[in-house]
């Protein structure tokens, strides 16, 4: 996991430990009254099993549920973080407090089923676009509260994260540029600015046509999102792209499917961001038994 830390806003562990607490809290209360209904200090043994194929992910939040309530549970797991399993596949075997284990097991069952569900699906999106150069990216729609999480799914999927909040880069929209008299002054604000916050990782503004796209060129944009650009207009502004001597970074946006993705990503644009892959989610399903 250590690999996927790297430009993170905070330690992974840091956003295990505030996720897993508040999970558990959500869930425990002042305490589990049927695990309660166990002799206090009986010990179990227990399988987790998939009955889907895909990518498991999240092996650290559902460690974590447990260890929380246990701290000398052993936890083994057979296959690694990342890897593609099978339905009927045991995943992990577990040994401890009884009580402990069924107290966390929903938690450490929600964890690892959503966002082995995002890996899943951002590994299908990026084999659908593997040879044609571009990167899939993920957006800020994500449940609150959980967005790191989701967005460390993404990358174990093989995708890779866009803007990770408001506050770490400058994504001028159409709203912006009203507010601020034009693309050319919006982005003339927003390059002053990035020079100044060590914070900002980039500058990118969204152009819904190519006189817009233009203007941005013109005006100095290295990053330019392409929103509901239909494929024959996607096509036109990546060759304009490449007649300018391929100046801009192009992102196309909405109305990405499974179905046209491979369309979209043939056009030539060299990043598609896609918002399904955090908010239409399709969580894994996975069991807990004592055994």
Not at 106 to 120: T, V
Request: aromatic share 4%.
């Amino acid at each position: 996991m250590n690999t996927m830390n790297d430009d993170f806003p905070l330690p992974l562990a840091e956003v295990i430990h505030v996720n897993v607490a508040l999970a558990l809290a959500e869930d425990l209360g002042p305490g589990d009254l049927t695990a309660s209904l166990i002799p206090a200090k009986r010990r179990a043994k227990a399988e987790v099993t998939s009955q889907d194929a895909g990518i498991l992910c999240g092996q650290a939040w559902f460690n974590a549920c447990l260890t929380n309530l246990d701290p000398a549970v052993t936890i083994k797991w057979r296959c690694s973080e990342g890897a593609s399993i099978t339905a009927g596949e045991t995943l992990c075997e577990i040994s401890g407090n009884a009580r402990a284990l069924l107290s966390g097991e929903r938690a450490a069952l929600n964890f690892l089923q959503m966002l082995s569900g995002i890996a899943s699906q951002t590994r299908e999106y990026v084999d659908s676009v593997r040879d044609t150069g571009a990167v899939i990216v993920d957006t800020r729609k994500t449940v609150p509260g959980l967005r790191l999480a989701q967005k460390y799914a993404v990358r174990v999927g093989g995708g890779e994260n866009h803007r990770f909040a408001l506050w770490d880069a400058i994504l001028i929209k159409e709203n912006h540029i009203a507010a601020a008299g034009g693309i050319e002054a919006a982005l003339a604000a927003a390059d002053a600015l990035a020079q100044s916050e060590a914070r900002c990782r980039f500058v990118q503004v969204e152009v819904e046509n190519l006189a817009d796209m233009e203007a941005a060129l013109t005006a100095g944009a290295k990053m330019i999102l392409l929103d509901n650009f239909k494929l024959p207009l996607l096509k036109k502004a990546v060759a304009f792209n490449v007649q300018q001597g391929r100046p801009a970074l192009l992102e196309a946006s909405g109305g990405v499917t499974l179905k046209n993705l491979a369309d979209v990503a043939a056009t030539g644009v060299d990043r598609i961001s896609i918002g399904a892959l955090t908010k239409h989610i399709k969580a894994l399903d996975f069991s807990m038994r004592i055994v």
